[in-house]
């Protein structure tokens, strides 16, 4: 972020439920996340973005951007495979999807693991698992294990059945028709390895008409803390160096 920063006004919000944000009980669909997006940008002053959604992220970015198209210049989808969307060789998406979407159970069997439970997955979805520190992964579980904090997290994936039903709608009546980005790591240990296909640029370019995929190599599902350098260099290749530093954001949505 500080990189980008030197030549673009960067916003990182903490999206509702997670980090120092509220945690309401609902309201963790991408429709309504994407709102409290825009209200922000909105009330920031700015009338032209540049838009960069990573993991569930993406799909707030993916609906601000198809609520909002005339307010995105540009749009970066990183890891991520939208609901309604997802490719048959995935089939149903990795276990802890369908965990994550039962009522209460998940909140019950993780209290007081959280530590060992998040760290799993910074650990098994990186292609080089020193990326995300120990001093990160302790910032992370102090705002996970805080109350709420957990249950807000698994409300994003129980949103993905009202996620999928907006999804299809919104691409059946119109594709985005900004420029879209899509990254994505080139190998995930947990998931046994590399991916079949393409299948974060497969499910994008269902609901984007100008899609550019680019495979990060070297990197699993964490591509800005495992590749920062190559992340921040398509990013600024993809912006372009005329921009207007001054009337553009990057407006960063991360899980």
Do not use: C
């Amino acid at each position: 972020m500080p990189a980008l920063a030197k030549n673009y006004t960067v916003i990182v919000p903490d999206l509702r439920g997670l980090g120092d944000s509220s945690k309401p009980l609902t309201g963790y669909d991408g429709k309504t996340t994407a709102e409290d997006i825009y209200q922000l940008v909105s009330q920031l002053g700015f009338k032209q973005i540049f838009l960069v959604g990573h993991d569930i992220g993406a799909q707030t970015a993916y609906s601000y951007a198809a609520a909002h198209p005339n307010n995105i210049s540009k749009l970066v989808i990183m890891d991520f495979i939208f609901p309604g969307f997802v490719p048959a060789s995935l089939g149903t998406g990795p276990w802890w999807f369908a965990f994550h979407q039962t009522p209460d159970i998940p909140e019950t069997l993780v209290q007081g693991k959280e530590k060992e439970y998040l760290t799993w997955f910074y650990k098994g979805l990186a292609y080089n698992p020193s990326a995300i520190t120990q001093t990160g992964i302790d910032e992370f579980v102090s705002h996970y294990s805080a109350p709420g904090g957990m249950r807000a997290g698994f409300e994003y994936y129980r949103s993905f059945p009202q996620d999928a039903k907006d999804n299809k709608e919104l691409a059946a009546t119109a594709k985005l028709p900004m420029p879209v980005l899509v990254l994505a790591g080139a190998i995930y240990p947990a998931l046994g390895g590399q991916l079949p296909g393409t299948p974060t640029l497969t499910s994008t370019q269902s609901l984007a008409s100008n899609v550019r995929g680019v495979i990060v190599p070297l990197s699993g599902h964490w591509t800005p803390e495992e590749r920062p350098d190559f992340v921040i260099n398509e990013l600024a290749n993809f912006f372009g160096s005329s921009s207007n530093n001054n009337n553009n954001t990057t407006n960063t949505v991360t899980k």
